[in-house]
């Protein structure tokens, strides 16, 4: 997950954690858990993301699936 990218996006669009995790349905707990990296984002959640902050594919990709394969 590329939390830089995900707080760039959160920016342009004057979104908080907060607005979003109402937006989510979780707690803030949950989305730093997530946003850390503890816990995933479940698809639903993904879609919700890229609804609230008008995500294009690209930029969902390089927020949510980015990892390396080796």
Do not use: H, P
Request: aromatic share 8%; hydrophobic share 35%; proline share 0%.
């Amino acid at each position: 997950m590329n939390t830089v990218e995900l707080k760039v996006q959160m920016t342009r669009k004057e979104k908080s954690a907060e607005q979003l995790c109402a937006a989510l349905g979780i707690s803030k707990s949950a989305w730093y858990r997530k946003t850390g990296g503890e816990n995933q984002f479940t698809q639903r959640e993904i879609t919700c993301l890229r609804r609230e902050l008008e995500l294009d594919d690209q930029q969902t990709a390089l927020i949510f699936f980015n990892d390396e394969v080796s």
